[in-house]
């Protein structure tokens, strides 16, 4: 989120990413609530696995397609054929095969990447992107073996290692765009976003707050994807 222009390309890719970011909840609601039925969807907790292992990585990718946006707009090609082919048949070695890959491309073009032409010029960003994209791959490797051997425990163990994987790329985030992040938490997409978290983590198990939580997720996602912070300036 460091304040930058965006290309149209890069908009668009923002406007990708951010919104299935947001739709997540609402397709893991309509699949337990509704006969839609998304194999990758079932699971108390698909919707953080989803979150964790598949809308994570894109979002790290995102935030770096400002700095090389010509190797990680191929890169994030494979990401969206990852996430369309996971929709309809759940985990399977295909989807889990091509998110590897796009983690694996992705570390390579980071650290490939000048320290000078890192955000802010801080030189811990790379490093910390990396740790993530690494505790990432080995989160989506043992939730792919727990889905294999229908291990609940396996799963369950994955998400915590990928939630715990996620922490490194928080920081680089607030290291970098403390400010544009500050900003964005008091918008209206921003409160939405927290207020949907605090929701999911708060009422797992019931339905309708579950709805409500779905709902403030994905319109403060489109709020955001709508009008991408990415592309503000730090005048004032």
Not at 38 to 52: K, M, R, S, T
Not at 204 to 231: I, K, R
Request: glycine share 10%; with cysteine; hydrophobic share 55%.
């Amino acid at each position: 989120m460091q304040p930058t222009s965006l290309s149209n390309e890069q908009r668009l890719w923002w406007v990708i990413v951010f919104g299935y970011t947001g739709i997540i909840p609402v397709l893991a609601w309509l699949t337990r609530m509704t006969p839609l039925c998304l194999p990758g969807f079932i699971d108390l907790n698909a919707d953080l696995a989803a979150l964790v292992h598949g809308a994570l990585p894109g979002l790290i990718g995102v935030y770096w397609l400002r700095i090389a946006p010509q190797a990680v707009t191929k890169i994030l090609w494979v990401w969206v054929i990852a996430e369309l082919l996971r929709l309809p048949d759940g985990p399977g070695v295909l989807p889990i095969g091509l998110r590897l890959v796009f983690m694996g491309w992705l570390l390579v073009v980071i650290m490939r990447t000048p320290s000078r032409a890192s955000p802010a010029g801080t030189r811990f960003v790379r490093p910390l992107l990396a740790v993530s994209l690494l505790g990432l791959a080995a989160a989506g490797i043992i939730d792919a073996v727990g889905s294999a051997l229908h291990d609940p425990g396996g799963r369950n163990q994955g998400l915590v290692i990928g939630l715990i994987a996620s922490l490194p790329a928080a920081l680089s985030l607030l290291l970098t765009d403390h400010r544009v992040l500050t900003r964005w938490l008091g918008t209206p997409a921003g409160l939405l976003v927290a207020g949907a978290a605090g929701l999911r983590l708060g009422a797992p198990y019931d339905m309708q707050w579950l709805a409500a939580a779905a709902l403030a997720w994905l319109f403060g996602f489109l709020l955001t994807a709508a009008a991408p912070w990415g592309q503000r300036t730090d005048s004032r």
